[in-house]
């Protein structure tokens, strides 16, 4: 992990490797986050025998935060690809520092038990206490959230807002600057992912 963090905050790494990175620490963070999912037994037949195994008992649903919870997608589908993926967009207002919701793709009501916060940077934490309130109203009954690299305030504001929703990631880091950015941190992990920064 600690390899794979030091290239992914390396700013001569390109779109593409960080993408990658993005993805494979992403699988690791969610291997811890989804660790206590409830499972049920389930019979197969193997070439030789029959097999009591398992398979999940909780509906997963995925909630990526755009742009940068995207690049988070592919490596949670691999892990649950029968879950599915329902977008939010928030963006942080950088003279103010709160978040402005400009996308929901929420189905109606909540069909799954388990949602899943897709979001690379825990910075400020608006971000995260406002899309875990969204999905509290629309009727999300567990959530977790599901990061890269966080800051101390960050994750004093959502465990503050929703201490009932564990937070996973790989890296707490240092501080925030005084634009809300994390110290020492990555830079902008959508700008990095694809190229506009």
């Given at each position: 992990?600690?390899?794979?963090?030091?290239?992914?905050?390396?700013?001569?790494?390109?779109?593409?490797?960080?993408?990658?990175?993005?993805?494979?620490?992403?699988?690791?963070?969610l291997y811890e986050a989804t660790a206590d999912l409830q499972l049920a037994?389930?019979?197969?037949?193997?070439?030789?025998?029959?097999?009591?195994?398992?398979?999940?008992?909780?509906?997963?649903?995925?909630?990526?935060?755009?742009?940068?919870?995207?690049?988070?997608?592919?490596?949670?589908?691999?892990?649950?690809?029968?879950?599915?993926?329902?977008?939010?967009?928030?963006?942080?207002?950088?003279?103010?520092?709160?978040?402005?919701?400009?996308?929901?793709?929420?189905?109606?009501?909540?069909?799954?038990?388990?949602?899943?916060?897709?979001?690379?940077m825990l910075a400020t934490g608006g971000s995260a206490v406002a899309t875990?309130?969204?999905?509290?109203?629309?009727?999300?009954?567990?959530?977790?959230?599901?990061?890269?690299?966080?800051?101390?305030?960050?994750?004093?504001?959502?465990?503050?807002?929703?201490?009932?929703?564990?937070?996973?990631?790989?890296?707490?880091?240092?501080?925030?600057?005084?634009?809300?950015?994390?110290?020492?941190?990555?830079?902008?992990?959508?700008?990095?992912?694809?190229?506009?920064?």
């Open positions: 992990m600690q390899e794979k963090l030091t290239r992914l905050r390396d700013e001569r790494t390109p779109p593409k490797i960080f993408r990658e990175l993005v993805a494979e620490i992403a699988t690791l963070v037994e389930h019979e197969v037949r193997t070439p030789l025998a029959p097999y009591t195994g398992a398979r999940l008992a909780e509906a997963v649903g995925l909630v990526p935060v755009l742009r940068a919870g995207i690049g988070m997608v592919e490596a949670a589908l691999e892990l649950i690809p029968e879950a599915p993926v329902w977008h939010l967009g928030l963006f942080r207002d950088e003279r103010t520092l709160l978040p402005i919701s400009y996308y929901n793709k929420l189905p109606s009501s909540a069909p799954v038990q388990v949602c899943l916060v897709l979001d690379p875990v309130d969204v999905l509290k109203k629309w009727g999300a009954p567990r959530i977790k959230y599901v990061g890269i690299i966080g800051a101390p305030e960050g994750v004093r504001a959502l465990s503050s807002a929703h201490p009932d929703v564990p937070i996973h990631l790989a890296a707490l880091d240092e501080r925030l600057n005084e634009k809300g950015y994390i110290v020492p941190g990555l830079g902008d992990a959508g700008d990095r992912q694809f190229g506009t920064g």
